[in-house]
């Protein structure tokens, strides 16, 4: 069986890529990515709604607790980029260092899983000379 980490956010698109690749036969985890410290009710309710997918499923869920590095990659980051003047795009960055490394990280060594989705939407190419897949920005940019 191929065995899958999805990164729920608790949110439609990601509880949507969980359950069609359970659908398809995957041996689908769930994996939450614990971002903000104290209790705010963003993070709270996402994790509460991710686990309840994973239940539903009838799927493990794990929640990886990345308050530091989303405060020193993410927020201070914001708050740098404001206070100099400029806008900075937290999006961009959280996918490149704290959510896509980080979760594949966590998934091969805690759990031996190689695999990951998302509920992002991109294209994943395969570049033949460096053998790696690359994850891409979505043809359609909306």
Excluded at 17 to 39: C, E, N, P, R, S
Excluded at 42 to 51: F, I, L, N, T
Aim: hydrophobic share 40%; glycine share 12%.
């Amino acid at each position: 069986m191929n065995k899958v980490v999805v990164g729920l956010s608790g949110g439609v698109d990601s509880s949507a890529a969980a359950a069609i690749l359970h659908h398809q036969g995957y041996d689908v985890v769930g994996l939450t990515l614990w971002l903000m410290k104290g209790k705010g009710q963003c993070c709270s309710e996402g994790m509460v709604d991710a686990a309840a997918i994973c239940e539903q499923l009838g799927i493990p869920h794990h929640i990886v607790d990345s308050r530091e590095v989303f405060q020193a990659q993410i927020v201070d980051y914001l708050v740098a980029g404001y206070g100099a003047g400029v806008t900075p795009l937290p999006c961009s960055q959280c996918n490149k260092t704290v959510k896509f490394g980080p979760m594949l990280r966590y998934a091969r060594q805690e759990l031996g899983i190689d695999r990951i989705g998302t509920g992002h939407y991109a294209r994943i190419r395969y570049d033949a000379d460096s053998d790696r897949h690359q994850l891409l920005r979505a043809v359609d940019r909306n």
